[in-house]
Every structure is written in C-alpha cells, then in structure tokens.
C-alpha cells in the first residue's frame, strides 16, 4: 500500500469512526429526553431569555434617570481646597483682606504696585438649595411617566416571549406526533413489506412489487430520520429561549389551551397601548415643562470661607447667603417654539396610537376568522383520516387476496399517513392561533 493509499485508508477510517460516535450520542439523546412542562419552559424564559434581560435593564436605566432629577429639590453641597500665588496687586491685596492681616504699612503705594508674591490658601464650602422651579417640577413628572413606559414594554416583552415559548412547545409537540405517524406507516410499510416478500418468494408477485414496497420503507425510513432531526432543532430553539444549555433534546407533555369568548378590538390595557397612553401623558408634562421654563424661579445660596497664607492654615473665615430670583424674560421663542415641536411629537404619538388600535383589531378579526377555520379542517381531516384507515384496511384484505396490486396497497398507506400527518398539522395550527390570539387580546 502506498502512503497515499494509507493517508486516505486512515482518514476515511477515522471520518467513520467520528460519524459512529456522534450517531451513538445522537441516539442516546433521542432515546432520552428530558422531560419539560410548558409553564416550566414559560418560567425558564421569563428568568433567563435575553430579550426581558435586555428589557429590564432598560427599565432599570429609565428609573436611574429618573432619580436623577431629584436635584430639583434636595441640595447641592461642593467643598474645596485652593491654593493660590499671585502678584498681580489687586489680587495680591485682596488675598491680605481675605485672610485678615492688612496693615497700615500695606497702604504704602510702592508695596501696593510691587506687592511681590502674595500667597492664599482657600478652604471653601458652596450650598445651593433649589426653592421654586416649576420647569423642573413637571420635568421630574415626565421622567417618572417615562419610566413606567419602559415598564409596560418589559411587560410586553415577557407576554411575547410567553407566545414564542408556547408557539415552539407546540412545534415540539407537533414533530413528536409527526414521529408518532411516521413510526406507524413505517410499521405498516413494514409488515406489507414481509407479505409481500412472502409472495415473491413463493412466486406468486413479480419482484418489481417487492422493489415498490422496499422504495416505499426506504421513504418512510428517511422522513421518519428527518423527523427526529426536527425534535432536536426545536429543543435548540427551546434552549435559547430559555437561555440554558443546548444540545437537549426535550419531550413534551399534551397542551391544553382554553377556549374564551374574546373581543374584536384591542384592549386599551394591553401593555404596549398602556406605553403608548403614558408616553402621551409624558408628552403633556414636558409642554407644560417647557411652557413654565418662563416663569421665575427662586433658589437660595450660601458660601464658607477659611483663608490663610499657608499650606493647611485655616484663619480667617467669611461667609455669604443669598437667594436669587431670576427670570428669562425673552430667548428668542426658544421656549415656545420647543413647545409648539413637543406639541406635533404628541400628535404624532397619538395619530400612531390609533393606527396600531385599529390594525390591532383588523389583526384580532383575522386571526379569529383563522381560528374557526381551524376548527373546520380538524373536523374534516379526522373524518377524513379515518376514512383513509378504513380504506387502507379494506385495500391490505384484497391484497392478501391478490385481487388488488401493490400500487394500490402503497398509496393507500401513504394517504393514511398523509391524512394523519395533515390532521396533526391542524391540530397544531388551531393551538398556535389560540396562542397569538390571547396574545393580541391580552390585558393584563
């Protein structure tokens, strides 16, 4: 063998062996999945997903913001520690006046314009109380309203990421009862494969009906493989929603969902009309934030001084306090044409607002009209699926009998299997619409 040969023996050898390993704990994961409940998926997600992580924090930072406007009324207080050197006169004097020490011999003209280096150390205390700032008032108002906005969409996303959870434990559901079907036209495929070997061996079939059963189980075979492919790809999908581990697959217990008498129009409770309603009202405390941006306002102020020409001196002390009224007279409409563009931001708001209610409840309609559609096509496929295993039952005795061919037995097996496959498919349909109804007419 040349070492080519034994390079490529040695790969194909070792791909085989990774394909045999991964196959063994593809199958031990099949065999053994572990078991989830959907309201223990629900509970998982609504800890752990990343969306109403991202959500909360969101939240989080609006109502930090918010707290920071509590400096509309709580004091603002600075200390500090100044060293200065100067032989500007005026300074120069200055620092001797502040620090208490002026003499008659400071008088003297040539010491007052040649003072030399004058040094002065300052410790200073500054308070600033806020009295009366309407502006800011309602402007503190406005946060709050924002961050109950942030609130409503937290909520929002949790109700979204409850109907993603359910709408793929559905999916899940539904590719284990895919399985369900395949395994048992597998199984029938199977035992009219045996029959039908059976005959040819006695020489009773041709062996071109032997080959159309062997197609037929190797088809099965192949779907049912995929199927089951199916059940891991939606346990990812399970995963990640729920932020936890991959590689598991799950299995599912019955969804039972309840039926109510819903409305069709979207309540004004649901969590993202509340947002919306509050960022209105949030809208209106910023107009009047803006519009009392004119009026006076009151603070009051007060500063402590130590001065002293050395380095950690404290000496002489001053103070002084005051409180200030001012008022902006005129800047240029600033104010109001803020006021007038906070104005339209509302009215966009709100004609936006009554765009979502409305397509909300064309929304509600159509997905009702679905469901009931829904209902129609579970009663006609397990009528239809039992009619397709009647006739199965009746085509496999003529076969036995040989008064029917193989053609015939096979598609009537594959119209069972097709009939119980599409009766599955409503069955899930009709959970996955009730699941995105109760979200469009949730209110809580």
């Known amino acids: 063998m040349t070492y080519k040969s034994r390079i490529s023996y040695f790969l194909r050898t070792w791909t085989l062996s990774l394909v045999t390993v991964f196959s063994a704990v593809a199958a031990t994961a099949q065999s053994n999945p572990k078991a989830l409940l959907l309201s223990d998926a629900i509970k998982l997600a609504q800890e752990q997903n990343s969306q109403v992580t991202i959500a909360k924090t969101a939240e989080k930072i609006s109502l930090s913001q918010f707290k920071q406007t509590e400096a509309i009324w709580l004091p603002q207080v600075n200390l500090s520690y100044t060293g200065f050197t100067t032989n500007?006169?005026?300074?120069?004097?200055?620092?001797?006046?502040?620090?208490?020490?002026?003499?008659?011999?400071?008088?003297?003209?040539?010491?007052?314009?040649?003072?030399?280096?004058?040094?002065?150390?300052?410790?200073?205390?500054?308070?600033?109380?806020?009295?009366?700032?309407?502006?800011?008032?309602?402007?503190?108002k406005a946060a709050l309203k924002e961050s109950e906005v942030y609130a409503f969409k937290t909520q929002r996303t949790r109700e979204a990421i409850t109907m993603q959870v359910t709408n793929t434990y559905l999916q899940l559901e539904f590719a284990y009862e895919a399985v369900k079907v395949l395994q048992d036209a597998l199984a029938t495929v199977k035992e009219i494969y045996r029959f039908t070997n059976d005959r040819y061996q006695q020489g009773l079939l041709q062996r071109s009906d032997l080959l159309q059963v062997e197609v037929q189980v190797k088809t099965v075979e192949t779907q049912l493989a995929e199927a089951r492919s199916q059940i891991s790809n939606i346990s990812d999908q399970l995963s990640q929603l729920m932020n936890t581990e991959a590689r598991q697959v799950y299995s599912t217990e019955p969804v039972v969902l309840s039926v109510a008498d819903y409305s069709d129009s979207v309540s004004t409770e649901r969590s993202d009309i509340r947002a919306m309603n509050t960022a209105v009202s949030a809208y209106d405390l910023a107009i009047k934030s803006t519009r009392n941006s004119m009026l006076p306002k009151l603070n009051a102020f007060g500063n402590y001084q130590l001065n002293d020409k050395k380095v950690f001196g404290f000496g002489a002390n001053a103070y002084f306090a005051g409180i200030q009224l001012s008022w902006d007279i005129f800047k240029g409409n600033q104010a109001k044409n803020k006021a007038a563009t906070q104005t339209l931001e509302k009215t966009k708001l709100q004609e936006q607002l009554q765009?979502?209610?409305?397509?909300?409840?064309?929304?509600?309609?159509?997905?009702?009209?679905?469901?009931?559609?829904?209902?129609?096509?579970?009663?006609?496929?397990?009528?239809?699926?039992?009619?397709?295993?009647?006739?199965?039952?009746?085509?496999?005795?003529?076969?036995?009998?040989?008064?029917?061919?193989?053609?015939?037995?096979?598609?009537?097996?594959?119209?069972?299997?097709?009939?119980?496959?599409?009766?599955?498919?409503?069955?899930?349909?009709?959970?996955?619409?009730?699941?995105?109804?109760?979200?469009?007419?949730?209110?809580?």
């Open 88 to 140: 500007q006169p005026l300074n120069a004097f200055g620092f001797k006046l502040q620090q208490a020490q002026v003499q008659a011999s400071d008088f003297n003209p040539a010491v007052l314009n040649n003072p030399g280096a004058t040094s002065n150390v300052m410790t200073q205390l500054s308070v600033q109380q806020p009295l009366f700032n309407p502006d800011m008032t309602f402007l503190r």
């Open 355 to 444: 765009e979502q209610l409305q397509q909300g409840t064309v929304e509600i309609r159509k997905t009702k009209r679905q469901l009931e559609d829904t209902r129609y096509r579970i009663s006609q496929q397990t009528t239809a699926a039992e009619q397709a295993e009647e006739a199965l039952r009746i085509i496999r005795n003529r076969y036995n009998q040989g008064l029917v061919n193989t053609t015939d037995v096979l598609l009537a097996q594959n119209q069972l299997a097709q009939q119980k496959m599409l009766l599955a498919q409503a069955q899930f349909m009709q959970k996955s619409t009730l699941t995105y109804l109760q979200f469009l007419t949730t209110s809580k």
